[in-house]
Nanobody, 122 residues
Framework: QVQLVESGGGLVQPGGSLRLSCVVS????????MGWYRQAPGKQRELVAS?????????NYVDSVKGRFTISRDNAKKTVYLQMNSLKSEDTAVYYCNAHFTRRIGAPIDYWGQGTQVTVSS
């Protein structure tokens, strides 16, 4: 059974920091690209940050979080992190962990966590 379990969300003041964690089980974690998505009320889910699989990882960020958020992974712990600094009210959303595997033949495989709420408010 595949499980992605997020933690670390909560209420934080503008300018504050949070670190989200996503512990994965049931898959070969190291071969999956990992991502953090978020969905604010009334908005579509968007990709916030992603990190590739393998030993030489590449990262990508949506423009609105560049320089403030950092994604990382620990393959030994089967965990992906999202360090969020200088948080703004517009970062308020439910954050979802995603595991993505692109197969040579067939549709890609995606697994999702249940989401963790991040609220930035004074």
């Amino acid at each position: 059974q595949v499980q992605l379990v997020e933690s670390g969300g909560g209420l934080v003041q503008p300018g504050g920091s949070l670190r989200l964690s996503c512990v994965v089980s049931g898959i070969i974690f190291s071969i999956y690209d990992m991502g953090w998505y978020r969905q604010a009320p009334g908005k579509q889910r968007e990709l916030v940050a992603s990190i590739t699989s393998g030993s030489n990882t590449n990262t990508n960020y949506v423009d609105s979080v560049k320089g403030r958020f950092t994604i990382s992974r620990d393959n030994a712990k089967k965990t992906v992190y999202l360090q969020m600094n200088s948080l703004k009210s517009e970062d308020t959303a439910v954050y979802y962990c995603n595991a993505h595997f692109t197969r040579r033949i067939g549709a890609p495989i995606d697994y999702w966590g249940q989401g963790t709420q991040v609220t930035v408010s004074s």
